[in-house]
């Protein structure tokens, strides 16, 4: 029957498949032997054939590999009885997929011809190489980043994550949670990571944060992330590329340089900048809560004679011994800091009462005032502090300060080892 049909309608068959872009061929099958019986103008360029082909066997018309690798895959149709799917090296050189497809006699239920179909796939197949090139290229520098580098989808759910994890963290995320967002051992990191992650799925941009993550090892260390929308074609977003540095090292070099300049460096004690800083925000909240102050200004007495007799480095010790002693007898709401040379200020930010304020002022002063041990000996030192309150002797910074020095003054010019409270005669 088919036969008949292939010979009624052969040339306008012939016409359809003319129109192709694949190359077709229609095998006819005679005790298990294959004769072409059509070939569209694309066959023909892709095997190489010409008309004269139509009626030969597969074997009479290729060389011999060729036409034993294309007679096993009809035998395989013959066998199974199925479709089947191959690729080939075309007569030029190319790669081709074939799908044969067996036609079936409907009065003796026998596989009378083999329809394939073949399809130029070279430059697909160029693609996939450059893409497996490609995905080599990048497989090796996530395998060997120093980056901790994790694929996701736009759900956070992991596809893959470098083994870099397990250096820098000391952990894989797998071992963890198959979600990114079960990473983080604080739930408020968690929540705080996920928003960035949803802002950049919406703004479809990318969106780097740092925070700091925990180690294995309960250490904490400084990450900065890049979180990186991946895009299929067009503006769908297939995964998130997520990107971390450690910046632990740059973390801590800013703390010492933020330290450094909020702080002196001899004693350990904040500087005048932080003191003047600290000192607004509390007159601020003082001003709010209607509560009370207390600036002291501490000046060691005769403290030039300890470093003429003993050297600077001597002076050095001394100014650092009474730092601490200083701030062993302050509260942790209290601030203590150099100002310079052997002069402090000590803000009393929670003062209960003037005699609190007297209190602590004469607990200063003893400690200033034990013996000191120098060069084998011992050295005796006092020191004199000048107090000014708020609101009562000021309502700014500059005014308290300025206060309190003058009432320093006083305390020096009327013996010293002593505190002195500021009053508007002083002036």
Same mark, same amino acid.
């Given at each position: 029957? &088919?036969?008949?049909?292939?010979?009624?309608? %052969?040339?306008?068959?012939?016409?359809?498949?003319?129109?192709?872009?694949?190359?077709?061929?229609?095998?006819?099958?005679?005790?298990?032997?294959?004769?072409?019986?059509?070939?569209?103008?694309?066959?023909?360029?892709?095997?190489?054939?010409?008309?004269?082909?139509?009626?030969?066997?597969?074997?009479?018309?290729?060389?011999?590999?060729?036409?034993?690798?294309?007679?096993?895959?009809?035998?395989?149709?013959?066998?199974?009885? %199925?479709?089947?799917?191959?690729?080939?090296?075309?007569?030029?050189?190319?790669?081709?997929?074939?799908?044969?497809?067996?036609?079936?006699?409907?009065?003796?239920?026998?596989?009378?011809?083999?329809?394939?179909?073949?399809?130029?796939?070279?430059?697909?197949?160029?693609?996939?190489?450059? &893409?497996?090139?490609?995905?080599?290229?990048?497989?090796?520098?996530?395998?060997?980043?120093?980056?901790?580098?994790?694929?996701?989808?736009?759900?956070?759910?992991?596809?893959?994550?470098?083994?870099?994890? %397990?250096?820098?963290?000391?952990?894989?995320?797998?071992? %963890?949670?198959?979600?990114?967002?079960?990473?983080?051992?604080?739930?408020?990191?968690?929540?705080?990571?996920?928003?960035?992650?949803?802002?950049?799925?919406?703004?479809?941009?990318?969106?780097?944060?740092?925070?700091?993550?925990?180690?294995?090892?309960?250490?904490?260390?400084?990450?900065?992330?890049?979180?990186?929308?991946?895009?299929?074609?067009?503006?769908?977003?297939?995964?998130?590329?997520?990107?971390?540095?450690?910046?632990?090292?740059?973390?801590?070099?800013?703390?010492?340089?933020?330290?450094?300049?909020?702080?002196?460096?001899?004693?350990?004690?904040?500087?005048?900048?932080?003191?003047?800083?600290?000192?607004?925000?509390?007159?601020?909240?003082? !001003?709010?809560?209607?509560?009370?102050?207390?600036?002291?200004?501490?000046?060691?007495?005769?403290?030039?004679?300890?470093?003429?007799?003993?050297?600077?480095?001597?002076?050095?010790?001394?100014?650092?011994?009474?730092?601490?002693?200083?701030?062993?007898?302050?509260?942790?709401?209290?601030?203590?800091?150099?100002?310079?040379?052997?002069?402090?200020?000590?803000?009393?930010?929670?003062?209960?009462?003037?005699?609190?304020?007297?209190?602590?002022?004469?607990?200063?002063?003893?400690?200033?005032?034990?013996?000191?041990?120098?060069?084998?000996?011992?050295?005796?030192?006092?020191?004199?502090?000048?107090?000014?309150?708020?609101?009562?002797?000021?309502?700014?910074?500059?005014?308290?300060? !300025?206060?309190?020095?003058?009432?320093?003054?006083?305390?020096?010019?009327?013996?010293?080892?002593?505190?002195?409270?500021?009053?508007?005669?002083?002036?």
């Amino acid at each position: 029957m &088919l036969r008949s049909l292939f010979q009624t309608h %052969k040339q306008e068959f012939v016409k359809f498949i003319n129109c192709m872009v694949d190359a077709i061929y229609v095998m006819e099958v005679k005790n298990n032997t294959f004769y072409y019986t059509v070939m569209n103008i694309e066959g023909m360029k892709l095997s190489g054939l010409t008309e004269r082909a139509i009626g030969e066997t597969i074997d009479t018309v290729l060389p011999k590999d060729r036409a034993e690798y294309l007679m096993n895959q009809y035998r395989q149709v013959l066998q199974e009885r %199925k479709s089947i799917t191959f690729e080939a090296i075309t007569a030029n050189g190319d790669i081709g997929e074939s799908i044969l497809t067996p036609i079936f006699d409907e009065e003796k239920k026998e596989i009378t011809y083999i329809l394939s179909v073949t399809r130029d796939i070279s430059i697909r197949k160029k693609m996939e190489k450059r &893409l497996e090139e490609s995905e080599e290229r990048y497989r090796l520098i996530a395998e060997n980043s120093t980056n901790l580098i994790q694929l996701v989808d736009s759900d956070g759910n992991l596809i893959y994550a470098s083994p870099s994890f %397990k250096k820098i963290l000391g952990y894989h995320p797998i071992d %963890k949670s198959h979600s990114v967002f079960g990473q983080f051992h604080d739930c408020g990191k968690k929540e705080e990571f996920k928003k960035q992650f949803e802002s950049a799925l919406c703004k479809k941009e990318t969106v780097s944060i740092e925070m700091d993550v925990q180690h294995e090892n309960g250490s904490i260390l400084w990450l900065k992330v890049d979180i990186i929308p991946i895009f299929e074609i067009g503006s769908k977003i297939s995964k998130m590329l997520i990107v971390a540095k450690d910046i632990t090292e740059s973390k801590e070099y800013e703390k010492e340089i933020r330290f450094m300049a909020y702080h002196d460096p001899l004693t350990g004690l904040p500087n005048r900048g932080f003191f003047k800083e600290y000192m607004l925000m509390s007159l601020e909240r003082a !001003k709010k809560n209607s509560e009370s102050m207390a600036c002291l200004f501490l000046d060691c007495d005769n403290f030039k004679q300890l470093n003429d007799a003993h050297g600077h480095d001597a002076g050095d010790k001394f100014l650092q011994s009474v730092a601490k002693r200083l701030h062993s007898e302050l509260q942790k709401d209290d601030m203590i800091a150099r100002i310079g040379g052997d002069e402090f200020n000590i803000l009393l930010s929670q003062m209960n009462s003037k005699q609190h304020v007297s209190d602590v002022a004469q607990r200063l002063l003893k400690v200033i005032n034990e013996p000191w041990p120098l060069s084998g000996g011992e050295w005796e030192i006092t020191a004199s502090i000048g107090i000014a309150l708020y609101p009562e002797d000021g309502d700014t910074m500059e005014t308290l300060l !300025k206060h309190a020095d003058i009432a320093l003054y006083d305390a020096k010019n009327n013996g010293r080892n002593q505190y002195k409270w500021y009053d508007a005669s002083l002036y």
